[in-house]
């Protein structure tokens, strides 16, 4: 799941992204308004988090904004302005929740998965290859009977093979999806990540469930081409 940060406290967001990577989401940040706004309209979010307080503009009028074009990502406003008066406005406008500074990591967390889940309609179900079933509202994935135990990271992995069963997925769009737009992009990190996953389930599902195409990237299930 992506989430992108608009936030002009660069340490903050710094942290926050820091925290949400560690819990497995792809993070994208920006410190203005302009540039929260160009972020949306090259790339897709499961969730924003947005401040208020922003160098050249209200977070108000940049959730304006996305309201009216139809732009209907999950939007949770975090901001030291938490009279009544202004979580009004923002739920109003078209945010989904509203938390005040200073932010707990783990309650953010959870309330990002929260509008994800309440929010999305078609961009979470249940996701099952063979015997393999991936859930990612639940953040799990099982095998048969066997709960596959998977660090955030492998789950973001096999949950993104899973979403394009029997697509080829590049080592880049593998990156930029779990890792974000900070990402090496000749790291061998893809290849540990998927190397743990077949070995996690190569006891539990049919051999080659993650076949490797050289020199493109690799394919959850079959092939249909």
Known sequence: MKVLIIEDDRTLAKNLKQVLVKAGFAVDTANTRENGLAETEINEYDCIV????????????????????????????????????????????????????????????????????????????????????????????TAGKHVLDLTAKEFAVLEYLAQH????ITRAMLMEHVWGSDFETFSNVIDVYIRNLRRKLESHTPTGLIKTIRGKGYILGKNEE
Do not use: C, M, W
Request: charged share 25%.
């Open 50 to 141: 947005l401040d208020i307080n922003l160098p050249d503009g209200s977070g108000f009028d940049l959730l304006d904004d996305l309201r009216n074009t139809g732009n209907k990502t999950p939007v949770i406003i975090v901001t030291a302005r938490g009279q009544v008066e202004d979580r009004i406005k923002g739920l109003n406008i078209g945010a989904d929740d509203y938390v005040p500074k200073p932010v707990d990591s783990n309650e953010l967390i959870a309330r990002i998965r929260a509008v994800i889940r309440r929010n999305t309609q078609s961009a979470l179900p249940v996701l099952t290859i063979g015997n393999l079933v991936v859930k990612p509202a639940q953040h799990t994935a």
């Open 165 to 168: 069963n029997g697509q080829i």
